[in-house]
């Protein structure tokens, strides 16, 4: 199977991601050399087994990344670790994000929220996808309304530096991100006028390393570039599908945090991740050995049969879970509301296609090609 085209494709979810749940839930794939997890009972088990690693043992940080900034904040990185380094921060960074799920963005940002104009282009339509969410949530740390665009792009060079698919010299342009990014972190925690998540997760602090505290504060705002990218654009490509349902939603607007909800569960944002065995363990009853990989299919198992109603693997499940799921759903539903009280969608004629991903399911939008 090619992972690539399998996330790209128009409707993976009856095709491959059935087909795979039907010749069992955790199978070995001999071409890819790794096992692949598609079932619920699973994805829950690998995601829940402490001998399922994020990281393989030998190699905490890409070797692509190792000897440099982008290398050294990755390796801090909570989500990227396992034991007291992912757990430290953790607890003290989530409960600041989950008071965030259902606040009034824009109240809460007050003056640093970034500019909502109608977008009268692609590119701009790209600036609500790919800046807009990072801005937001480097605007609830504290960064300046004139600084975000700034730390958004950044961001962007320091997540395309992170993918296994980025070149020497988006390598080399991550590292130059990283320095920068950890700067910007510092200034904020010496500055006098924290945004309200960054006082919350300074309320838990402790004695977490600063320099932990500094990676996963930028940690942040790479979660939200492509979890925040998906989500919008998922969401705008099924708006603009059926104009029957953008037409109820912008009647009543109180029923798109719910539709969203279902919708990201339907067509999720990342559709894979992975975990590195490292010892034997039994998963779902097959024996795995240390040193094995396995790929572990969250979007199929959104749409196994056997999947209870209320369990949805989007953001994970089990200890690395993420804990911005219900900001990353705020941000984005507060995004939709603003432009479904726009003209926008209904004057944008545009085509898309999928990003190049290992995992994650992100449109990129382009003007549509003019009618003979």
């Given at each position: 199977m090619d992972l690539i085209s399998t996330i790209t494709h128009a409707n993976p979810y009856s095709g491959d991601y059935a087909r795979l749940r039907a010749e069992g839930g955790l199978a070995y794939d001999p071409g890819l050399g790794l096992w692949i997890a598609s079932s619920a009972e699973a994805v829950a088990a690998v995601l829940a087994h402490p001998a399922c690693r994020v990281r393989p043992v030998d190699e905490p940080v890409p070797a692509a990344l190792a000897n440099g900034p982008a290398g050294a904040l990755f390796a801090r990185l909570m989500r990227m670790n396992d034991g007291p380094r992912h757990a430290c921060p953790r607890a003290i960074i989530a409960p600041g994000l989950q008071a965030?799920?259902?606040?009034d963005l824009h109240a809460c940002l007050d003056r640093g929220h970034p500019a909502l104009e109608a977008p009268t282009s692609v590119e701009e339509l790209r600036r609500w996808q790919l800046q807009l969410p990072v801005m937001m949530v480097a605007g609830l740390l504290g960064v300046a309304?004139?600084?975000q665009a700034e730390v958004a792009r950044r961001t962007s060079e320091l997540v395309a530096g992170f993918s296994p698919l980025g070149d020497?010299?988006?390598?080399?342009a991550a590292h130059l991100a990283a320095q920068h990014l950890e700067l910007q972190m510092q200034a904020l925690l010496e500055s006098d006028a924290p945004g309200p998540l960054l006082r919350a997760i300074l309320q838990q602090q402790g004695t977490l390393d600063p320099a932990d505290l500094r990676a996963n504060l930028a940690g942040l705002l790479i979660q939200a570039h492509d979890a925040c990218a998906g989500l919008f654009g998922n969401a705008l490509l099924a708006l603009l599908g059926e104009p029957s349902l953008r037409q109820r939603l912008q009647r009543?607007?109180?029923q798109l945090g719910a539709w969203l909800l279902q919708q990201q569960k339907l067509d999720p944002p990342v559709h894979n991740t992975r975990r590195f065995v490292a010892e034997p363990c039994t998963l779902a009853g097959v024996p795995l050995q240390a040193g094995d990989t396995v790929l572990v299919l969250l979007a199929a198992a959104n749409h196994d049969p056997a999947l209870d109603p209320g369990q949805d693997f989007s953001?994970?499940?089990?200890?690395?879970h993420c804990p911005g799921r219900g900001l990353a759903l705020n941000i984005v539903?507060?995004?939709l509301q603003a432009l479904l009280h726009t003209q926008a969608l209904a004057k944008l004629r545009l085509q898309w296609h999928y990003l190049p991903s290992l995992n994650g399911r992100i449109p990129?939008?382009?003007?549509?090609?003019?009618?003979?």
């Open positions: 965030l799920a259902s606040v309304k004139t600084q020497a010299s988006q390598r080399q009543f607007p109180e953001f994970g499940a089990g200890r690395h539903t507060s995004l990129w939008f382009s003007d549509a090609s003019p009618t003979a």
